[in-house]
């Protein structure tokens, strides 16, 4: 339902672009949540954005570094993750729920989203 798409190789300090789409459906009505799996940790989430555009949020982690927004023209919620570090490795999933015009009131855990992406690995090396 949802397709993550930019995951690759970066070199610590490099820039990456991630995107997520819904194929079959306008995501203009849905808050998006970034999350992303590192090697053997739990599933971490990052960045947050409420329904169009209305407000984002962002872990501590990848505060000032990753930025979130969504383009209703491409209906895609993209990523921008800036400054990257070998510690942003991981594999990172997208995720969705519909907000029927509510807002997002703050960062959210995994269990709050209903469709999820396949994911898209990032790795940072030099």
């Known amino acids: 339902q949802l397709v993550e798409t930019g995951g690759d190789l970066a070199q610590p300090g490099g820039h990456l672009r991630l995107s997520c789409t819904a194929p079959k459906f306008g995501l203009d009505d849905y808050h998006v949540g970034w999350f992303r799996e590192a090697p053997g940790k739990e599933r971490e989430g990052i960045s947050w954005l409420s329904s169009s555009n209305q407000a984002d949020y962002s872990a501590d982690s990848v505060k000032g570094r990753f930025f979130i927004a969504f383009d209703p023209s491409r209906n895609t919620v993209f990523l921008d993750m800036f400054q990257l570090k070998p510690e942003d490795t991981g594999v990172y999933y997208c995720?969705?729920?519909?907000?029927?015009?509510?807002?997002?009131?703050?960062?959210?855990?995994?269990?709050?989203?209903?469709?999820w992406g396949q994911g898209t690995r990032v790795t940072v090396s030099s």
């Open positions: 995720a969705a729920k519909k907000a029927f015009g509510k807002r997002l009131g703050g960062p959210q855990s995994p269990s709050f989203f209903r469709m």
